[in-house]
């Protein structure tokens, strides 16, 4: 694992990537809310599945089932239906047990603590500070197999686990990376850039914002 940038260089792509974000930011449904529970469906929605797809149904689906207490008392087949255009069928399962776990032993709210989100069905690392950013406004991390290859190439970072968003210390490097403010502004760009820019076998790093402070693209 790489040293941490020094202060300058992190703020420097923080502005640059936050800059880029501003004119070229994708434009999801989800983005708009700040509701927990919104979050938490959209991530769930998300997982191995395109983001156009997830699109599609979001508002519709999050119109039929508002929160919680809805989707719990919801019949299996009427949200496994809902969600057909998504594929993945596990998913409608997953999402009905996590209302009930809530309902059970969190009084209806979404939780705050990384640890309780943790303990709901199919809820890792990745969706549990997407939650807690997106939805509870918490400064975490978001770290996904995008983000890892973008820090990768821009800073050299090489976890030393076969399994880098598993590796606690790339989590701790990209905890350190998050700027004092904006920082949901901030994650939201690191998967935008590299979803659009940096992709796995496309790089456009003629485009690139951070092509100035990039190791990959100075050798």
């Known amino acids: ?3 941490v940038p020094n202060y300058k260089q992190r703020l420097s792509f923080q502005r640059i990537i936050l800059k880029w974000f501003l004119k070229n930011q994708r434009h999801y449904p989800w983005r708009k809310q700040s509701n927990p529970y919104m979050i938490l469906v959209a991530e769930i ?6 983001s156009g797809k997830v699109t599609t149904i979001y508002t519709e689906f999050t119109g039929k089932y508002p929160d919680i207490r809805t989707l719990a008392a919801s019949n299996l087949g009427d949200i496994e239906n809902a969600l057909i255009p998504l594929g993945l069928k596990y998913r409608a399962s997953r999402l009905k047990k996590i209302s009930e776990e809530i309902i059970k032993k969190h009084n209806f709210e979404i939780p705050s603590l990384s640890q309780d989100l943790m303990a709901l069905p199919g809820i890792g690392q990745y969706i549990a500070n997407a939650i807690l950013c997106f939805g509870h406004g918490k400064k975490v991390p978001i770290v996904d197999v995008n983000v890892i290859r973008l ?16 590796d606690p210390a790339f989590w701790d490097f990209a905890e350190k990376m998050l700027p004092k403010a904006h920082f949901k502004e ?4 690191l998967l935008d850039l590299s979803s659009l820019i940096c992709q796995i076998t496309v790089t456009k790093c003629h485009n690139c914002p951070a092509s100035g402070v990039c190791i990959s693209h100075s050798i």
């Open 1 to 3: 694992m790489a040293v």
């Open 45 to 50: 929605m998300l997982q191995k599945t395109n």
């Open 151 to 166: 820090y990768k190439r821009v800073f050299g970072i090489i976890s030393e686990k076969k399994r880098p968003r598993d």
């Open 186 to 189: 901030y994650n939201m760009a």
